[in-house]
């Protein structure tokens, strides 16, 4: 059985240049809402990355949170190493975490697909005269997002593609 997705808002955003081409929220059940999903342009087409947050750590001398690319502390000022940001397999840094996601690739495959198809059809209406844009309260519209959270993501899914591959799943078709 699947997930139960009873609606999904999308909320194109509007600079061309932006590789962020969507906020969507979406409603599973009727009953619980995911929002601050982010629809990615890429290189093989749009891709949803989940909500998701940067990564922190504390200062050693004063305890101060500060951005994993950080070389100083923002509150004390002491040097920190930029790159003692966890690394994955292939020795990339990790510097974001998803909120919520997705545990197994029907569940993520089905949602992909549905996420997809509510921004195609968004974008088809955005070309009709009369067309009114979503209001989201809380988005921020300039949000860009940086290429070194991109390149996150396509890494994990590069990861993901390939150990379903090696599980010999044909799932990896499916493209998220
Ligand atoms: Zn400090």
């Given at each position: 059985m699947g997930l139960n997705i009873t609606e999904i808002r999308v909320k194109l955003t509007s600079d061309p240049r932006n590789k962020l081409k969507a906020?969507?929220?979406v409603t599973f059940e009727n009953a619980f809402v995911v929002r601050d999903l982010k629809i990615i342009d890429g290189a093989k087409g749009p891709f949803v990355a989940m909500p998701s947050r940067?990564?922190?750590?504390?200062?050693p001398k004063?305890?101060?949170k500060n951005n994993l690319r950080a070389s100083?502390?923002?509150?004390?000022?002491?040097?920190?190493?930029?790159?003692?940001?966890?690394?994955?397999?292939?020795?990339?840094?990790?510097?974001?975490?998803?909120?919520?996601?997705?545990?197994?690739?029907d569940c993520r495959i089905q949602l992909h697909k549905a996420v997809v198809l509510?921004?195609?059809?968004?974008?088809?209406?955005?070309?009709?005269?009369g067309y009114k844009p979503k209001t989201f309260d809380d988005f921020d519209d300039d949000e860009?997002?940086?290429?070194?959270?991109?390149?996150e993501l396509l890494r994990r899914k590069e990861v993901r593609e390939r150990e379903r591959g090696d599980a010999g799943g044909a799932a990896a078709e499916a493209g998220m």
């Open positions: 906020y969507c929220s940067k990564l922190a750590d504390r200062c004063c305890s101060h100083y502390c923002n509150q004390c000022g002491g040097r920190l190493d930029p790159q003692r940001a966890e690394r994955d397999t292939r020795h990339r840094p990790r510097l974001h975490a998803d909120l919520a996601h997705p545990i197994n690739s509510a921004y195609s059809e968004e974008l088809e209406q955005s070309k009709q005269a860009f997002i940086d290429d070194d959270y991109i390149h």
